[in-house]
């Protein structure tokens, strides 16, 4: 497994305000989880809402990575992805708040966030369902020599479904530009990975398509930027797809529904204290003496008065308008009925 | 100027210069490439296009139609063959759950005009190779589902699929690629991909159907004609959007109304034909909406029992005397 604890990162070698950027974006994913929480909990937000808390550093790290023209398809637990990309935290918020301000104008909710600027074609939520779409991007890359490569991020669930062995085999075959990022957050919502997959380490199941594959610490964000970057690069140059497994651990439950019966509490507790991302990345960047204690206070602060303004906003935005309810069914109009 | 054509050469006509319009047109599927086409549309258009326009692929139909979804939205116009519509299932999820919604759920930032090209049809090939599920599509909000009957209709409806930005599942169908009729020469010949047609006026009964079942309204309409019943024949060609208003105008004329389909008839394209016309011309009904379909059981293979499942033009002409009383 690859790690850069111990060792040296290519990645500590990015600029200071680079570095102190992944740390305010990993904040930032924090706090305007725990926000959205708080938001669910007063009645704000509705339906499901799955909280990237203790996977930051995998989308900080693989997006910081990513060229922006390069394209990304996520599962449902998507916030992250959003806010890794820069997309504005108040949009991300109305959003959640089903408002016509969101990033998609209220139609998607919290599982389908998406900006074609950004070519973030979409969280999506359908277990493993988007993985096809993420080889049919690698494709369109391929057949116009774009030099773009398609990630597509998934959960270890998604890789006991058969989509994901049927875009793994396509990938391979027409040796498409694809980074398969594995999410190993160890459990399928309630069910261990024990319990779903005959094989334990993701990684493994590249084996079977002939394709390169990593293992990663997903809790430290250098190491998930470090093994992107070579895996983009892999793609990039016309060698086919990359799988990367990052072993990381969701802090919280499922979704806000989920009492969490599987797993103890001490083994939550222990990762909160021994495998934090954010911490242990502040914790670096003191060690090596790239920052002080005040620099990461004061990008807590910044990102406190980011999270109420994202809240004030969604709070404060218009409902969708009733009379676009059918609008975007067809791209093209319908005349009969 | 127009040409009389196969069903079959109408759609190789409207790929080929949909191909030649436009680089970014290409096929998927399997065994369309070395094969020729399990049906022999694309023969040939392996040699003349090449390996990246025409590509054969796993027997993987979810992957492929998710490929052609990430392929469209990535800027290119896949055309996705599914071998029939039988294997469309192992695709459903990509279909309903993603090709249908992303225009929606995204609030129109983009859009995946996938065209999936498949086949129904039946011929003594059993339970799981006999079926017809344009139904199911036709319940999808954001899907376009064609199931043209004449050659004119398949190349039209192909080439504006091909070029227009919304995913339309293409139905066609094993026993009338052999069909022949008019397709005008024009190589920018387009249709809209909505409405039905009147290709048979009458006074005295409807009769609604698409695809094959088309010909057995058409056969059951001549036989008819012969004793002086005058059957209208209404070819719906489109089964999502519906053309409910062109029934209803036929239906305001003649009274009466017979509904044709090859599938089951339960919660099947019949049954929401019907209840639309109710609603819409309930006063102007003179008789109960009759339904012809196959028979609720899994294609039997035998020759005898199959056709006892499938509808004939018999038990159309059965049909419309039921409600002519």
Not at chain 1, 7 to 23: N, T
Not at chain 2, 70 to 84: D, F, S, Y
Request: charged share 25%.
């Amino acid at each position: 497994m690859t790690s850069t604890v111990g060792g040296r990162s290519p990645g500590l070698a990015l600029p200071k305000s680079e570095l102190l950027e992944m740390y305010r974006q990993m904040v930032l994913i924090r706090r305007f989880e725990e926000a959205a929480a708080e938001q669910y909990a007063l009645g704000k937000i509705a339906g499901f809402l799955h909280l990237y808390i203790g996977e930051e550093a995998v989308a900080v790290g693989a997006i910081r990575a990513m060229d922006p023209r390069d394209h990304l398809v996520t599962h449902y637990r998507d916030h992250g992805y959003a806010l890794a990309l820069g997309l504005d935290p108040g949009r991300c918020m109305a959003e959640l708040f089903g408002k016509s301000t969101g990033l998609v104008g209220g139609r998607g909710g919290s599982m389908h966030f998406a900006d074609a600027s950004k070519n973030f074609w979409g969280g999506y939520a359908i277990v493993s369902g988007h993985l096809p779409i993420a080889v049919g991007l690698g494709l369109a890359s391929q057949y116009q020599n774009e030099r773009r490569v398609a990630v597509a991020i998934f959960g270890d669930g998604a890789t006991n479904a058969g989509p994901f062995h049927e875009s793994m085999n396509l990938a391979a075959l027409w040796k498409l530009p694809v980074l398969f990022l594995c999410e190993n957050n160890l459990y399928g919502m309630g069910t261990a990975v024990e319990y779903a997959s005959a094989v334990r380490e993701m990684a493994k199941k590249a084996c079977a398509y002939d394709m390169p594959a990593e293992r990663v610490d997903g809790q430290d964000v250098l190491a998930v930027y470090d093994a992107t970057k070579v895996a983009l690069e892999h793609c990039r140059a016309g060698n086919g797809p990359f799988f990367i497994e990052a072993l990381t651990y969701r802090f919280r439950g499922h979704s806000m529904a989920d009492p969490e019966m599987y797993r103890s509490k001490e083994e939550v507790e222990e990762y909160r204290r021994q495998r934090d991302p954010i911490t242990l990345f502040r914790t670096r960047l003191t060690q090596e003496g790239i920052a002080k204690a005040a620099e990461f206070d004061e990008i807590d602060q910044e990102v406190e008065e980011v999270i109420t303004a994202a809240v004030r906003f969604a709070e404060e935005s218009p409902e969708p308008d009733p009379a676009t309810v059918m609008e975007h069914v067809y791209a093209e109009p319908v005349r009969v009925s | 100027m127009a040409r009389e054509i196969t069903y079959r050469d109408a759609l190789r006509e409207a790929l080929r210069e949909e191909m030649e319009r436009d680089e970014r047109v290409f096929l998927m599927g399997e065994d369309i490439g070395h094969y020729g086409g399990s049906y022999a549309v694309t023969r040939g258009f392996l040699e003349e296009f090449g390996p990246k326009r025409v590509r054969d692929t796993p027997i993987a139909e979810l992957g492929i139609v998710g490929a052609g979804i990430g392929a469209a939205i990535g800027g290119l116009r896949p055309v996705v063959e599914i071998m029939t519509i039988n294997f469309s299932l192992l695709a459903m999820d990509q279909i309903v759950n993603h090709l249908a919604k992303l225009h929606y759920m995204f609030n129109g930032q983009f859009t995946a005009p996938v065209v999936i090209r498949t086949a129904a049809g039946f011929g003594q090939l059993g339970a799981t190779h006999s079926q017809t599920f344009e139904g199911w599509y036709a319940h999808v909000p954001g899907l376009r589902v064609v199931m043209p009957a004449v050659p004119k209709d398949a190349k039209g409806f192909l080439k504006s699929a091909i070029r227009g930005n919304d995913p339309v599942i293409f139905i066609e169908h094993s026993l009338i690629y052999r069909n022949r009729g008019e397709v005008p020469d024009d190589e920018d010949f387009l249709l809209p991909l909505e409405g039905a047609e009147v290709r048979r006026e009458g006074t005295d009964v409807t009769i609604v159907s698409w695809s094959r079942g088309y010909y057995l309204a058409l056969g059951a309409a001549e036989e008819l004609a012969r004793e002086g019943i005058d059957c209208e024949v209404i070819d719906l060609r489109v089964l999502r959007p519906l053309d409910i208003d062109t029934v209803v105008r036929s239906v305001q004329k003649t009274n009466r109304l017979v509904v044709v389909e090859e599938g089951w008839r339960t919660l099947a394209m019949g049954a929401e034909i019907a209840a639309a016309v109710q609603e819409r011309a309930f006063d102007y009904l003179d008789a109960p909406i009759a339904r012809v379909g196959s028979l609720e059981v899994p294609m039997p293979y035998a020759r005898n029992l199959e056709r006892l499942v499938v509808p004939n033009k018999d038990r159309v002409v059965a049909a419309v005397r039921q409600v002519l009383y």
